[in-house]
């Protein structure tokens, strides 16, 4: 990740007294742009996923084929369904 920057946003004064009250008592109220941080990297989690994904695996050749893996325990998903839903009854 790079360096910080500030930045100003506009947001109803409600809705910003109720978050800042919420990290005061979870966090600190200097822990309120960390707060934001982790607000904005959940939600590009599958952004920031990907590039660290492209970033490890540059380079590298991925195999083009998948080899079918048979189970090592015979199991019957249909009976083992059926005794969970017995089981609960």
Do not use: N, Q
Request: proline share 3%; hydrophobic share 40%.
């Amino acid at each position: 990740m790079g360096g910080k920057i500030k930045t100003s946003i506009v947001v109803d004064r409600d809705l910003w007294e109720k978050f800042k009250a919420k990290i005061g008592v979870e966090r600190g109220l200097r822990k309120l742009s960390e707060a934001i941080e982790d607000i904005i990297r959940e939600d590009l989690g599958d952004i920031l996923i990907a590039s660290w994904l492209e970033d490890e695996l540059s380079g590298r050749k991925l195999p083009s084929v998948v080899k079918p893996v048979k189970p090592k325990v015979k199991t019957d998903a249909g009976v083992v369904l059926r005794e969970l839903r017995d089981s609960r009854t």
